[in-house]
């Protein structure tokens, strides 16, 4: 069946100067006898004195076709809109396989490679497309049954650019489905485009909410 999280973060602060930041996301999973989809909304902004300085889409969708309990094959669409890298849009569309390599009460840990295709779209309206080599991993710890830690990483390998993105959380049970998640995300582009820096970090404090 249906399962998944909804997380807001909202930070507010006026005096000599006014800035307003807002982030969220949605994570949601269907669950099948073979197949397993998951789906993937991220939204970004931040605004300083009533300027724009972020702001950042994320869409995804990826399906599992399970061959063993612990081993899947999958296909894995991927779109973020984020003018301030220096890419006004980033695609990439990828299959391959997966494995649970790790799978207890306390820890479990999921693994990827495969590869695809990526296009990019610069600010200036110039394009790019190229071949990528996926890897993934994704691993998930308890300390207790309401304290977890999370780190995510996703690496999209061109011959031209090489895309980073890592997230590492902390998520406290509050009451009920009600958690508190501080994360740290990067993000790194090897050959971001001129005048941009390669890397980017962003720190959130969210409510999130499961179901």
């Known amino acids: 069946g249906w399962s998944g999280s909804a997380g807001v ?33 991220a939204l970004l902004t931040s605004e300083s004195d009533n300027v724009k300085t972020a702001e950042r889409y994320l869409l995804g969708y990826k399906v599992d076709f399970k061959l063993t309990p612990h081993s ?39 693994a990827e490679i ?11 309206g110039d394009t790019e497309s190229e071949a990528v080599i996926r890897g993934a991993a994704d691993y998930h710890h308890f300390f207790t049954e309401t304290t977890e830690f999370q780190q995510g990483l996703l690496v999209l390998a061109g011959e031209e650019n090489t895309s ?9 049970k509050i009451m009920g489905k009600l958690t508190l998640e501080a994360a740290l995300k990067v993000k790194h582009n090897t050959a971001p485009p001129a005048g941009h820096e390669k890397t980017d970090t962003i720190t959130t404090l969210s409510f999130v909410y499961g179901f």
């Open 72 to 110: 899947y094959v999958f296909a894995d669409l991927r779109v973020e809109f984020d003018e301030f890298s220096g890419f006004d849009r980033q695609t990439s569309e990828t299959i391959g396989f997966g494995h649970r390599f790790i799978d207890t009460k306390k820890d479990t840990l999921d």
């Open 9 to 41: 973060g909202i930070l507010l602060t006026s005096g000599n100067v006014d800035n307003a930041n807002l982030n969220v996301d949605i994570q949601a999973k269907l669950e099948q006898e073979r197949f397993r989809h998951n789906f993937l909304a």
């Open 114 to 124: 495969g590869a695809g295709a990526r296009q990019l779209e610069l600010n200036n």
């Open 164 to 172: 980073v993105d890592t997230v590492t959380a902390i998520k406290t």
